[in-house]
């Protein structure tokens, strides 16, 4: 089953389509970056991507860490 999400960017609409159990995780972490109500510009949207990025970023390094100490 499919769950489609909406949001608003430089005026257009644009929607995706994800499967139920991640659409609520997205739906949380959308909530926190985004104007789900209203529009966003694009810099809100550059924003976020390099906010998530930079969270990627921190939780890759923190498993070559682990990595570390499992070779260890």
């Not at 209203?38 to 070559?64: F, M, P, S, T, W």
């Amino acid at each position: 089953m499919s769950k489609k999400i909406g949001l608003h960017i430089g005026g257009r609409r644009f929607d995706v389509d994800v499967e139920d159990n991640f659409a609520n995780f997205l739906e949380k972490q959308m909530l926190e970056d985004f104007n789900m109500e209203g529009n966003n510009d694009i810099k809100i949207l550059l924003q976020a991507y390099v906010r998530k990025n930079h969270d990627l970023y921190l939780q890759n390094q923190k498993v070559e860490e682990i990595l570390v100490k499992i070779e260890d």
